[in-house]
C-alpha cells in the first residue's frame, strides 16, 4: 500500500488519520464529569489535531465544540485538555453533550 499521505481523491474531502484514542480519568479534578476521550488526528503535512467526545452546550443551545494542536500526538492531547478543561471548568453536569459513542471506538 502506498503512502496515505499520497492518497487524493476529487470525490472526497482531505484525508486525515487516527494515529490514537486516550481516556482520561476518571477521576477529572473539579468537572462535573467522570472521564473524556480524546481523538488524535494527524494531517497529510504531519501535524495533529485533539478532539473530545463531550462539548460544552453554549448559550445559544449549540455544543461548543473544542480541539487542540501539536507537532505531536501528545502535544495535540495536552493542548486539547487544557482548551477543553479551561471550557468546562465552569459548568455543571447537565451542561454537556456527548459525541456518537462509535465515534471514539
Known amino acids: 500500500m502506498k503512502d496515505w499521505t ?3 481523491s476529487d470525490k472526497f474531502g482531505p484525508i486525515s488519520k487516527i494515529v490514537a484514542v486516550f481516556q ?3 477521576p477529572l479534578k473539579d468537572l462535573a464529569i467522570p472521564c473524556i476521550k480524546i481523538k488524535i488526528l494527524e494531517n497529510k503535512s504531519g501535524k495533529f489535531i485533539g478532539t473530545p467526545n463531550i462539548a460544552v452546550m453554549g448559550q445559544d ?3 461548543q465544540w473544542i480541539s487542540g494542536f ?4 501528545e502535544a495535540a492531547l495536552i493542548d ?10 465552569k459548568v455543571s ?3 454537556f453533550v ?8
Do not use: C, R
Open 93 to 95: 453536569g447537565e451542561d
Open 61 to 63: 443551545d449549540h455544543p
Open 70 to 73: 501539536g507537532e505531536t500526538p
Open 80 to 89: 486539547t485538555l487544557e482548551e477543553f478543561y479551561n471550557t468546562a471548568k
Open 98 to 105: 456527548y459525541s456518537k459513542s462509535d465515534d471514539f471506538l
Open 24 to 26: 482520561v480519568g476518571p
Open 6 to 8: 499520497l492518497i487524493n
